[in-house]
């Protein structure tokens, strides 16, 4: 009974890693915009697939122009002025566990120095601010940084947004290889886990 009790457990959390959740186009590779060294795609634009633009609008830029951190492309969210941000709907998620956003971000190599450039990454009902360093630029290298956050689901679709805040120029935050990823269930908590059910079980039988 115990050992049916465990694989139950087992195969109920299995169950949740099995709902797997994407993002759609989080490299931006989608639309390929070559020849063109940048595009700018205003708010509602339809040429960034799987992702609603908002604010001033972003541009895409190629990798002849400025490298991506994953393939050709990534994204500048500050067009020609002012700020703007993506958003997508991230379906297919399990309530209650805990996901991990992991994406790329760096400074446009094109501010000025001196210029404090941020951005916020949010999910659902977590948010983060993150400011880029501007002393290291060097014109024509981007310093690509590796970032993650982790959020817990409190519903089965979760609204994924990153928003520049304005950097006074037309050079933003960059940000690419955008990705989401099931946090496993520490062994420890599918033992603890495991030893509730049985205790539960044999609650039951003695009532
Ligand atoms: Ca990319
Ligand atoms: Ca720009």
Redesign the pocket.
């Known amino acids: 009974m115990k050992r049916l009790l465990l694989a139950c457990v087992l195969c109920s959390l299995g169950a949740g890693v099995a709902s797997a959740a994407t993002i759609t186009n989080g490299s931006f590779e989608a639309e390929d915009i070559s020849p063109d060294s940048?595009r700018i795609l205003g708010a509602g634009s339809p040429g960034l697939p799987g992702w609603i633009i908002g604010g001033d609008g972003v541009?895409v830029k190629h990798s002849a122009y400025y490298p991506a951190s994953d393939g050709n492309q990534s994204i500048?969210l500050?067009?020609?002025s002012g700020s703007g941000d993506i958003r997508q709907v991230v379906n297919g998620l399990s309530v209650g566990s805990t996901y991990r956003i992991s994406f790329d971000y760096a400074a446009?190599p094109a501010v000025r120095r001196g210029v404090v450039i941020r951005f916020a990454a949010s999910i659902g009902n977590f948010r983060d601010a993150i400011t880029v360093g501007t002393n290291t630029l060097t014109r024509g290298v981007v310093n690509w940084t590796p970032a993650s956050f982790d959020f817990t689901a409190g519903n089965t679709s979760e609204r994924l947004r990153f928003a520049s805040r304005a950097s006074g120029s037309?050079?933003?935050a960059m940000i690419d290889n955008v990705s989401i990823s099931l946090v496993p269930v520490p062994a420890a908590g599918i033992l603890l886990l495991a030893g509730l059910g049985g205790l539960a079980a044999m609650r039951r039988r003695k009532s």
């Open positions: 940048w541009d500048d500050v067009a020609s446009n037309a050079s933003g």
